[in-house]
Each structure stands twice: as C-alpha cells, then as structure tokens.
C-alpha cells in the first residue's frame, strides 16, 4: 500500500515560529529599517502560510539525499551507505554443465599460477538481481565461509553468505540411467566427479551502485597453507574474476561471470585460484567489477540552495539567487587481514566551492558561506551564470549539515539591508536545500508543494 504523506498541516502555531511579527506599525517606523525588514518578512510569512498552509513542524527544508562516494578514477557514483543485512535466498539446485567443467579445467588449470588471469577487485551492484552458484571445489584441505562485504564506510555490512561444501553434490549414474546424489564433504573435490549441482544464492533488492567484495575467512588451517581465521579477499588478490562462456541451461539475457578462489596464501599455496569457484550470474545483468588499483574513493557531498530575495513576498519561486555548494576529499582505506579496516580509513582534507547558478530577483545581496563572504552581486532578471567563466568561488567553513548561509539583501530606497538565514525546522522557507539536479523555476512561478512530499511505502499488512 502506498500512503502519500505530506510535510504541511494544519498545525497553525509552527507557522511563525521564529519569526515575530509586529502587528502595529507607527508612521516614524517606515524609515526604521529594523522594522521595515520585520514587516517585509511578516508579510511574507503570511503570504507563504495563505498558499501553501502552515509549516510541519518536523519541517527540515532540506531535501538532499546526503553524502555519495566515488572511486577515485570513476564518475559514477557509489551509492550511499548501506544499512541491514543481504542474506541470500537459497534456490533450487543448478545442474553444472560438463562444458563449464571442462572451461573451467583448461582455463583455471589445477596447480598452476593462474594470478596474471586476474587482479584485485571489487564489484559494483547491478540494479537487479543476482545469483552466485558453487560449481567447482578443488584439492584443498582447509574449511572457509564465504563472505560478502557490502558498502563502504564504517556502516558497511558483512554477511557470511556460504559455508564450504554447502549444497554442493556429486552424482553418478547408475545401471538404469538414474542418477544418485550425494553430499559433498568438505575434504572431498568434485575433479573427478561425473555430475555435479549446486544449490543457488540470491541477492535481491541490494542497493544499486553499491560497492561489494569478498573473502573467504579461514575456519581451519593446515601448517604451511593457511592460518585459521586470515581473510583471503578479492581486494588482496586472493581471488579473481573471469568472463565465462554462458552455460546452455542460463537463460540467453542472462550475464554470466565467474569468481575463483585461492584459500591459501603461506609458502606451500599454489595459486591456481579454484580452491572454490562461483558461477555468478544476473538477470540480466551480473555484478560489475570494479578494479582495486588503489584503495582511494572521493567522498562528495553537494546542495543546491534556491533563495528568495524578498523583492516581492508573493512569488515563491525561490529563484532569486540559486548557488550550488559542493565539498570533496579522499579517503583512502588500509586493508587489514586481506579486508578494510575502517578504524584506519585515512580522510584528506574537504575542499570546498560554490557555484553559482541562476539569478532571478530585483536587489543586490552579498552571501556568506561558511567562513566566505562573496560580496555584492548585482540583480538580474532571468541570468545563468557559465560556471566555465565566472560565479565560481572557492569556500571553506561550510557544514552541510548545518546549512550554513546567510544572504544580506540590500534594500530599496530608505530600507536597510534583509539577512536571509536557512530556516529552522518548522520555520516558514526564505531558502531551501535540494539536489543539485533539481532545475530552478521560471520567474514568479512558485515552486510546487510536490518538492515537499514524501512517498512512504507501507509494509504489507498480514
Ligand atoms: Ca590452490
Ligand atoms: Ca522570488
Ligand atoms: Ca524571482
């Protein structure tokens, strides 16, 4: 069920909070200019609570989605952090076919050094969902789970999603063709097996663009191969992913990799990298890797903020003065145990600057950001800046969280000058925060209550 929830009520003692109003005004006031901007700002409140209703009081007027991350070398965003568990479904069983065997033997050969097929990665979650299946467990005397990190950041969350051996088993066909299955042990291999299936791993609703790596952690050792509880991770190199010719029983829009596996990193390892491996497949598209050349992201965080000028308090357009502020730094990870360790994510510094946008309103203003004063800029009716040439600046003090800013209009004759603040919760706008994709309206044309409505989706009901 969807419920629309709107931000506006009824509620009409949160209308002026913070703002007072002077509901008498002698003749000698219209030349004090303190007044003059209570009773401009009055007006205006009045105006905003006649159209749209009075304000929630929950109101923040910020309707940015937050921080998003970037690889260093990569324009697309990651998406925001993520939150919960991502607990696979488990499926039917997926019959291995014989040619994926015989691929996977040829091109993982047994024994062999397989490192330069492959690099260190992560991966990036496609907007559908997807499915890991163990198809092929090699000569390897240690246990593992298979874990599977998703996000990044310190919210960033672990599942152990697979266990060795797990739904795995081999078959034979007997004297009147029917096949017997039975478990596979976690000491035993399917190299020799005639037939092998796998049950299948799910992953649905994951968040889109999220980053996600794996590790296999060690349960139980054997001297001079692995030690009990080391991570081997595909940041590390400890595994690798390969394009995989599709099998004929995966649907034909289906996209189809592989990840194979090396358990173990001491002097005896053979690095052949098929200790255990996966076929992954999405539907249709499969999980993008993504290459750890180095463990850097960018974090960024922009808002665009519209203002209104109050040369008019009837318009609502918020379009007076529009400045996009954007800040970004580096933060580099330090992989510990073959995974990241986010107590020592190193973060560089912010750098900050504004751009501005769009001008749209009758007086002059100055606007300070954070600890940056951009002074005096002139009106215009209807001007967009190429940020190639002018109306940028370099800024630093800006909390985000804070939305620092503060434009002083300079009045018109006899009046002294109006400083606009962000609002408080609850209090009637003068500016507002949205993403920095949300375009502008034309002039005098109010901004539409829909900015302010949240979609809520319930859970079903039982
Ligand atoms: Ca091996
Ligand atoms: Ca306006
Ligand atoms: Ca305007």
Redesign the pocket.
């Known amino acids: 069920m969807k419920t629309m929830f709107k931000s506006f009520s009824l509620l009409a003692v949160a209308a002026c909070a913070g703002m007072s109003i002077t509901s008498c005004t002698a003749d000698k006031d219209l030349y004090n200019p303190e007044v003059v901007e209570e009773n401009v700002k009055a007006e205006y409140v009045a105006n905003f609570v006649k159209k749209f209703g009075a304000v929630n009081p929950a109101e923040t007027w910020d309707f940015t989605s937050g921080s998003t991350y970037y690889l260093a070398d990569e324009s697309a965003p990651l998406a925001t952090r993520a939150t919960g568990s991502y607990a696979p479904t488990v499926g039917d069983y997926y019959n291995v076919e014989k040619e994926t065997l015989n691929w996977l033997t040829n091109t993982l050969e047994e024994s062999k050094d397989n490192r330069k097929l492959g690099q260190p990665f992560a991966m990036q979650v496609p907007g559908n969902s997807f499915t890991i299946v163990p198809i092929y467990q090699g000569q390897a005397g240690m246990t593992w789970d298979l874990h599977m990190v998703v996000g990044t950041g310190e919210n960033a969350v672990d599942t152990k999603i697979w266990t060795k051996s797990q739904g795995i088993q081999t078959g034979k066909t007997g004297r009147t063709g029917n096949v017997t299955w039975t478990n596979l042990a976690t000491s035993e291999n399917t190299l020799s097996a005639e037939k092998v299936r796998s049950k299948q791993y799910t992953f649905e609703n994951m968040p889109k663009g999220e980053t996600i790596y794996f590790y296999l952690e060690i349960t139980s050792g054997m001297s001079g191969w692995a030690t009990k509880d080391t991570k081997q991770s595909s940041l590390s190199g400890m595994m690798l992913t390969l394009e995989c010719p599709r099998p004929s029983n995966i649907s034909d829009d289906h996209e189809v990799k592989i990840i194979g596996c090396e358990d173990a990193n001491l002097k005896s390892s053979d690095w052949d990298l098929n200790d255990i491996v996966f076929l992954v497949i999405g539907n249709p598209e499969a999980p993008k890797p993504i290459e750890v050349t180095e463990d850097k992201v960018i974090e960024k965080e922009e808002k665009r903020y519209m203002i209104e000028d109050l040369g008019a308090t009837d318009?609502f357009?918020f379009?007076?003065v529009v400045v996009d502020v954007k800040q970004e730094r580096t933060v580099t990870y330090v992989l510990e145990n073959g995974v990241i360790d986010y107590s020592k994510t190193k973060y560089g510094e912010w750098k900050q600057v504004a751009r501005f946008k769009h001008l749209?309103?009758t007086l002059p203003f100055t606007v300070k950001i954070g600890n940056t004063v951009i002074n005096d800029i002139a009106p215009a009716m209807g001007y967009d800046f190429n940020n190639d040439e002018e109306g940028v600046y370099d800024i630093t003090g800006w909390d985000p969280n804070d939305n620092n800013i503060i434009v002083t209009v300079k009045g018109k004759e006899n009046e002294g000058v109006k400083t606009i603040t962000f609002p408080k919760k609850g209090e009637v706008p003068m500016i507002i925060a949205v993403n920095t994709k949300q375009n502008w309206m034309t002039?005098?044309t109010s901004i539409p209550e829909s900015w302010w409505t949240v979609e809520v989706v319930e859970e079903e009901g039982e």
């Open positions: 318009d357009d379009n007076d749209g309103g002039e005098r």
